[in-house]
T-cell receptor, first 115, second 110 residues
Framework: GENVEQHPSTLSVQEGDSAVIKCTYS??????FPWYKQELGKGPQLIID?????GEKKDQRIAVTLNKTAKHFSLHITETQPEDSAVYFC??????????????FGKGTHLIIQP | NAGVTQTPKFRILKIGQSMTLQCTQD?????MYWYRQDPGMGLKLIYY???????DKGEVPNGYNVSRSTTEDFPLRLELAAPSQTSVYFC?????????FGPGTRLLVL
């Protein structure tokens, strides 16, 4: 099955600086890669996703890049703000259109924004 | 839309007790999922359903059961609670690739 590795486990950056979180996956059939933000005591919130036919996707201050050859994808947050502090999870799945595709998650990155 | 709702928010069970975790979605999504999240770990898939009357096992199904009698509801049943089932349980739904999660149920088995 799929295996997703995520690093770093903790990332501390100064407010206003950029943050980068990296993930690798093992299953070459995986074609959908979402990123979730989880605040304390809440459920994961989808913040951005990318499909394997796209190399990069951007939404305001966040962007995701995908390198299919190397089987890795990254989350980039620019101009970090205190409200960006949370745990971020990457995930992967070989989505086939039938709904029987649970996500395989990384272990998460605790992002800390220092004022 | 309320999205995905889960009840209860928190529960303490004794070893051997049973309970049902409730999950409801109002987005008319066909696909629903149950995950568990252990401390410092990512979420792991327990069971999923592609529509009413259809369910299947995920990565960690032992000790759990599910049913899907309607599009909206996808309850998760623990028959004989064990300490290893102490976790936070998340329900999710989707119409396609993107999965949307509920707020979770924190379960402690003592």
């Amino acid at each position: 099955g799929e295996n997703v590795e995520q690093h770093p486990s903790t990332l501390s950056v100064q407010e206003g600086d950029s943050a980068v979180i990296k993930c690798t996956y093992s299953d070459s059939a995986s074609n959908y890669f979402p990123w979730y933000k989880q605040e304390l005591g809440k459920g994961p919130q989808l913040i951005i996703d990318i499909r394997s036919n796209v190399g990069e996707k951007k939404d305001q201050r966040i962007a995701v890049t995908l390198n299919k050859t190397a089987k890795h994808f990254s989350l980039h947050i620019t101009e970090t703000q205190p409200e960006d502090s949370a745990v971020y999870f990457c995930a992967a799945t070989p989505y086939s259109g039938g709904g029987a595709d649970g996500l395989t998650f990384g272990k998460g990155t605790h992002l800390i924004i220092q004022p | 839309n309320a999205g995905v709702t889960q009840t209860p928010k928190f529960r303490i069970l004794k070893i051997g007790q049973s309970m049902t975790l409730q999950c409801t979605q109002d987005m008319n999504h066909n696909y629903m999922y149950w995950y568990r999240q252990d401390p410092g770990m990512g979420l792991k898939l327990i069971y999923y359903s592609v529509g009413a009357g259809i369910t299947d096992k995920g990565e960690v199904p032992n000790g759990y059961n599910v049913s899907r009698s309607t599009t909206e509801d996808f309850p998760l049943r623990l028959e004989l609670a064990a300490p290893s089932q102490t976790s936070v349980y998340f329900c999710a739904s989707s119409a396609g690739e993107a999965q949307y999660f509920g707020p979770g149920t924190r379960l402690l088995v003592l």
